[in-house]
């Protein structure tokens, strides 16, 4: 098993700081090698729903710039990305992750890699963000087994605004696995799945993309 096969199936057993602060240094470069393409896959998503006249319009009617929150930002991928293909004139990105090493990746990159603010979270706790404080909110990489399942989403859609999206990915049999408790939670949170669908993940594992609008 390659260096990388390995880090990334101690990972599947703990995805926390135990795994990742160590991780975090060669993460980028471990990640290339399976081909990660979930950051990309998570913002082209994104930015079916989102355009920059459309929150060039809602910049104007709120007077301020459309808030995302990349939740588990890792190492800043996502925004790495986003910057590259979408204006962020009209956006405030926000990145939280429980491992602070990988924010310390971010933190090392140009710019922050675009990240207006960043935090240590805990996804599996109530988040140090006002109640619906996000206009939306993606997420690459988290939903996956060791690291975050659907009990997690009550705490991400407490901090989304009504009417937003949350955008993210999840491993397919992972998904499969745990439907149960993303339908149960997507309802109790009173939120609507909008859609599923397959996308580029890497080349260990097939990865699907979850639209769900907080109504
Ligand atoms: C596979 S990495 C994905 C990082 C980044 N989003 C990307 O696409 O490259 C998983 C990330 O989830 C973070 N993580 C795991 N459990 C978490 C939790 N409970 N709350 C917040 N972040 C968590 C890890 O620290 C790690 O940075």
């Not at 990334?8 to 990742?20: V, W």
């Not at 009550?154 to 745990?178: A, D, M």
């Amino acid at each position: 098993m390659s260096a990388t096969e390995q880090a990334i199936r101690a990972s599947e057993k703990d995805g926390g700081p135990s795994t990742y602060s160590s991780f975090a240094k060669d993460y980028d470069e471990h990640l290339e090698k399976i081909e990660w393409a979930a950051p990309q896959s998570i913002v082209t998503k994104w930015m079916e729903h989102y355009s920059p006249e459309s929150l060039q319009t809602q910049a104007t009617a709120s007077g301020r710039k459309h808030r995302v929150l990349d939740a588990g930002c890792g190492t800043g991928l996502v925004g790495e990305y986003m910057g590259t293909v979408f204006p962020m004139d009209n956006v405030e990105l926000y990145g939280g992750d429980i491992t602070p090493e990988m924010l310390e990746e971010v933190k090392a990159k140009k710019g922050n890699a675009g990240y207006a603010d960043l935090q240590v979270i805990n996804l599996k706790k109530e988040l140090p963000y006002e109640e619906e404080f996000f206009d939306s909110i993606v997420s690459s990489g988290v939903f996956y087994v060791g690291h975050c399942g659907p009990d997690c989403l009550p705490n991400i859609f407490r901090v989304l605004k009504k009417g937003g999206l949350l955008i993210t990915t999840s491993r397919k049999v992972f998904y499969e696995e745990t439907k149960e408790g993303w339908d149960k939670h997507i309802k109790e949170c009173n939120c609507t799945l909008l859609e599923v669908c397959d996308i580029p993940y890497h080349t260990l594992a097939k990865g699907i993309s979850l639209v769900i609008k907080k109504n």
